[in-house]
């Protein structure tokens, strides 16, 4: 198991037939790397570091 501290899952929607369908969206978002000193960084949905894609071993998965 994989633990990331502070960082979101990504959310899914279970399919009907029961795969775990995760989007993800590659883009480039202004990150606040310190208080008050923002830079350009790349991401997914909105986020670096990017979000946790939690599954379970068995677990069909789309993304």
Known sequence: MVITPG??????V???N???F????AEEI???LVDGIFI???GYND???DPTIRVC???QVCI
């Open 40 to 42: 350009k960084a790349w």
């Open 14 to 16: 279970t399919q009907s």
């Open 7 to 12: 960082i979101r899952d990504l959310t899914y």
């Open 57 to 59: 071993p068995g677990d």
């Open 47 to 49: 986020s670096t570091p």
């Open 18 to 20: 029961g795969a775990k």
């Open 22 to 25: 995760f989007t993800l969206i």
């Open 30 to 32: 202004t990150w606040e």
